[in-house]
């Protein structure tokens, strides 16, 4: 029996054990990388968030006249919240103790999606900061969360 002029040989078994080998590498890579799929959050270079602007178009020079964050009450005792846009966690280790923090982790620079437990939490290597430092409780991150001013004026909490 003859074959066709349309059939196609088989795959080599080194061919397949090969293809095999690049999907593997391919998951693999996938799975380590830092699972950011946000990279565009903060534009080309996401290392940190873009500096505000204010309505004269100036950079923000700090003081209180920075934009309201939160309420006071939106922040919980122990807790904390995340302002992805601004690049800040905001926590309340103690009634009324508020402290700022950057929301990227100091290991591979991903946003950190959590505040529970006394912790600030990264989700793509399970590093955990202090909510009342940003001190490493879990690694891998090798250093604290970068401090951020704020200042609380009455009931609000702005940038400083």
Same mark, same amino acid.
Do not use: W
């Given at each position: 029996? #003859? +074959?066709? *002029? ?7 078994r080194?061919?397949?054990?090969? !293809?095999a080998?690049?999907?593997? =590498? !391919? %998951?693999?890579? #996938? ?7 946000? /990279?565009?959050?903060?534009g +080309? ?7 505000? *602007? /204010? ?8 003081? +209180?006249?920075?934009?309201? =964050? %939160? ?10 919240k995340?302002?992805? %846009?601004? @690049?800040?966690?905001? $926590?309340?280790? #103690? ?10 982790? &100091? ?5 950190? $999606? ?13 590093s *955990?900061?202090?909510? &009342?430092d @940003?001190?490493?409780? +879990?690694?891998?991150?090798? %250093?604290?969360?970068?401090? &951020?001013?704020?200042s609380?004026d009455?009931?609000?909490? *702005? =940038?400083?």
């Amino acid at each position: 029996m #003859t +074959a066709s *002029k349309n059939s196609l040989p088989a795959p080599s078994r080194r061919s397949v054990v090969a !293809a095999a080998g690049v999907v593997s =590498l !391919a %998951a693999a890579l #996938t799975a380590c990388s830092d699972g950011d799929d946000s /990279s565009d959050q903060y534009g +080309a270079d996401d290392s940190a968030p873009a500096e505000k *602007k /204010s309505p004269d178009g100036a950079g923000s020079s700090g003081g +209180a006249g920075g934009a309201v =964050l %939160a309420k006071t009450s939106e922040i919980p005792v122990g807790g904390g919240k995340i302002f992805k %846009a601004e @690049g800040v966690v905001v $926590t309340q280790p #103690t009634k009324g103790e508020f402290k700022a923090f950057s929301n990227r982790c &100091t290991h591979k620079q991903c946003p950190v $999606t959590s505040v529970e437990g006394g912790t600030i939490n990264c989700p793509c290597h399970g590093s *955990k900061f202090d909510i &009342t430092d @940003g001190s490493v409780k +879990a690694s891998p991150a090798p %250093a604290p969360l970068p401090a &951020t001013e704020i200042s609380v004026d009455g009931d609000s909490i *702005k =940038l400083a």
